[in-house]
């Protein structure tokens, strides 16, 4: 096991082009930044088996495994027992997770939350109800309305605010990147946000959602379906031709309306968070 280099770029890639949808989001942190720590939030660790990458663990805000043999998971255990726990969040595939969380637990404590089923859902084909109209791509005028929805999201779906700390213009700069990016679409009424989603992360042919957002006031309205199948149909046009997310189980509604639009669940993911 080492720490991968720009050299092992393209390796790297050929081991996540297997699964990209599970792994766009290390497809591009490592694709933008070519591998570099600084420039790609973090180091990307690879076990090798006969002078081949075999498996690999991002190692930024997020811990992610790629394409995890159990060898390569209890060699990422041991190093990471050593140099401690810096990542707020565990998350991929079930059982890659919950392996590694496993052996961590006696040495980096108890977590804070573990969900153990979240459906990874997928779509590659055009949404299979109604688009609304009334979604659009956000412009950057429109961030001081998508702060308080995005900071809603964020408390619901994580526990705690995204401002705490001092991290205020930290992701309020985050939401701002998004919006230029292209990446954040919303439903606006009377200057308020009914609806948002995010496009979290583009790679490898795969673009994840993430983000989604109902206003309370209108939820249980029916405009969540449409809703998402208009930003899936522009994602699809816009940044990848297939959409993945991942939600929670016990989320009824939510895997109701994506299974509305098209979705498929491809596997099962899990999350361990700090």
């Known amino acids: 096991m080492r720490d991968l280099?720009?050299?092992?770029?393209?390796?790297?890639?050929?081991?996540?082009?297997?699964?990209s949808d599970a792994y766009c989001v290390v497809a591009e942190r490592v694709g933008l930044g070519?591998?570099?720590?600084?420039?790609?939030?973090?180091?990307?660790?690879?076990?090798?088996?006969?002078?081949?990458?075999?498996?690999a663990l991002y190692v930024g805000a997020n811990l992610m495994p790629i394409d995890a043999t159990?060898?390569?998971?209890?060699?990422?255990?041991?190093?990471?027992?050593?140099?401690?726990r810096r990542s707020s969040a565990?998350?991929?595939?079930?059982?890659?997770?919950?392996?590694?969380?496993?052996?961590?637990?006696?040495?980096?404590g108890k977590p804070r939350e573990v969900r153990d089923d979240q459906p990874l859902m997928v779509i590659s084909d055009p949404p299979l109800t109604e688009r609304d109209e009334h979604i659009v791509a956000a412009q950057i005028t429109d961030l001081d309305a998508l702060m308080p929805a995005s900071v809603a999201m964020f408390k619901?779906?994580?526990?705690?605010?995204?401002l705490s700390g001092g991290r205020g213009p930290a992701y309020r700069a985050r939401v701002a990147s998004s919006i230029l990016e292209g990446r954040t679409y919303a439903r606006f009424r009377e200057g308020e946000v009914m609806f948002k989603a995010e496009i979290g992360a583009v790679g490898r042919g795969s673009a994840q959602l993430q983000g989604v957002w109902v206003d309370p006031r209108f939820r249980g309205t029916g405009i969540a379906i449409p809703a998402v199948a208009a930003v899936v149909a522009a994602a699809s046009r816009d940044h990848a031709p297939r959409v993945s997310l991942y939600a929670?189980?016990?989320?009824?509604?939510?895997?109701?309306t994506y299974q509305r639009v098209g979705f498929r669940q491809v596997g099962t993911f899990a999350t361990v968070l700090f």
């Open 5 to 19: 280099t720009p050299y092992d770029l393209d390796e790297l890639l050929d081991l996540i082009d297997t699964d």
């Open 34 to 55: 070519e591998l570099e720590p600084a420039t790609s939030g973090g180091p990307t660790w690879g076990w090798f088996m006969d002078g081949r990458l075999r498996s």
């Open 70 to 84: 159990p060898a390569a998971l209890a060699a990422f255990a041991q190093r990471l027992a050593v140099v401690g």
């Open 90 to 108: 565990i998350v991929g595939y079930r059982n890659d997770v919950l392996d590694l969380w496993q052996q961590l637990e006696p040495s980096w």
């Open 156 to 162: 619901e779906e994580v526990g705690v605010s995204p």
């Open 248 to 256: 929670n189980r016990h989320n009824s509604a939510a895997l109701h």
